[in-house]
Every structure is written in C-alpha cells, then in structure tokens.
C-alpha cells in the first residue's frame, strides 16, 4: 500500500518563476494537509483540502500562495514569483475520510531552493 | 506563549535507558495529540496518537496525557541508537484538522 507521494523531491527555482509541488494521498485517503518547514523552525500549518473544496487555508500566505486538489489527480501547491524566503521543505499529509480525530501521514516532502 | 511548547534539547540519554519528552499546549479545547519521529533531513512518521487522559503503550513506547495540566509526554523504554531523531508533539484542537507543532526536542541516545 502506496504511502503520501510527493514530487518532486528537489526544486530550484529561481527568483520570479513559479513552484508547483505535487501529493497524492494514501490509497483511501480523501483529506489532504500541507505543512511547510523553514529551516531551523517548526512545521506550520498551510492548508486543507479535500476534493474540489479548500476547507482550511488560514496558514497560507495570502499573496502569490494557492492550493488545489481536483476530481482527478494530485493535490497542487503552487507559489507564484517565488523569493528566496520560500525555500523550505514543504510536506503533505494525508488523512482518511471520517469526523473522528484521524491521525496524518506524511510525505516525503519536496525541498524548495529559491536562487 | 507559544501553542505548543516543548524543550528544544538535545536530551541526551544512554542506550537501554527511559527517554522521557514532554510538552505543554496552551489551547484547553485540544482533544488529539501525537508525536512524530522526524530524522534530519526525512519527513515526520507518525509513533503515537492519544486523545483521553491516562497512558497509551505501544512496544517501547508509552504516550501519557494529562489534559488538566495540558501536559503531553512520550517515554521510550530501552532506548537505542536508532531513536535518536527530533520528537515533534503535535495538537489538533476540537474544532478543524490543522495539527498545531511544537518545535521539537532533539533527542541522542548514546552507545
């Protein structure tokens, strides 16, 4: 059984040109997270998705940050004009179905470099 | 104060010792907690999940939540080399699915 997968695992993106990370959740899993991890900080919160619907997206900056996970396909995380404080590692999780408190695998993450 | 607080360490134990981690959280609608194992450089693995008071044990490792106190701790018995990693505790309140990290301990289990 197939964990979170992300990709890419490394991107280098220069100042202005735009990132796009991809997650596929969990064979079963239809609630997708993304946290992002600066480096020497902690992991933050961004974004909750589920299919067609951002149901969360406090933690994502409101400027050229956006967020999709469509019928079909991965979930999207796309930065715009990226600047160097963007370089993190930014992580998906995944959850099942279900209001129950259900616990959140992640990724393998995709570490951002901005140039 | 931070949501969830936890000492940055390192906690430095030897092999085949009690580790013991703990961490505190401001928000007393919080009903999920976990910790997550992170080796430097990999994603978190999720080790134990807990939401009603008392201990939760699974193998080496032992979960206790005292949400009164709104305290959170992990034990790890007989520890090895292999769980030396960062601990993360993280909290999800009530209301939402977010998990809110602390900022992790360091833990390094000595040969």
């Known amino acids: 059984n197939a964990g979170v997968m992300q990709n890419p695992r490394h991107l280098v993106r220069r100042r202005g040109q735009e990132a796009r990370l991809r997650c596929s959740p969990m064979k079963g899993h239809s609630h997708v997270y993304w946290y992002r991890q600066l480096p020497e900080e902690g992991l933050k919160f961004m974004v909750y998705?589920?299919?067609?619907?951002?149901?969360?997206e406090s933690g994502m900056p409101k400027e050229r940050f956006s967020a999709e996970f469509p019928k079909e396909g991965p979930s999207i995380l796309r930065i715009q004009q990226v600047v160097r404080g963007d370089s993190a590692a930014y992580f998906c999780a995944s959850s099942p179905p279900g209001t129950v408190p259900s616990e959140q695998y992640f990724g393998p993450g995709t570490r951002l470099t901005v140039t | 104060q931070k949501e969830v607080e936890q000492n940055s360490g390192p906690l430095s134990v030897p092999e085949g010792a009690i580790a013991s981690l703990n961490c505190t959280y401001s928000d007393r609608g919080s009903q999920s907690f976990f910790w997550y194992r992170q080796y430097s450089g990999k994603s978190p693995e999720l080790i134990m999940s807990i939401y009603s008071n008392g201990d939760k044990e699974d193998g080496r490792f032992t979960a206790q939540l005292n949400k009164a106190s709104q305290y959170v701790s992990l034990l790890i018995r007989d520890s090895q080399p292999s769980d030396s990693a960062t601990y993360l505790c993280a909290v999800k309140r009530d209301a939402g699915n977010m998990l809110t990290f602390g900022g992790g301990t360091r833990l390094m289990v000595k040969p």
């Open positions: 998705l589920q299919k067609e619907n951002i149901i969360d």
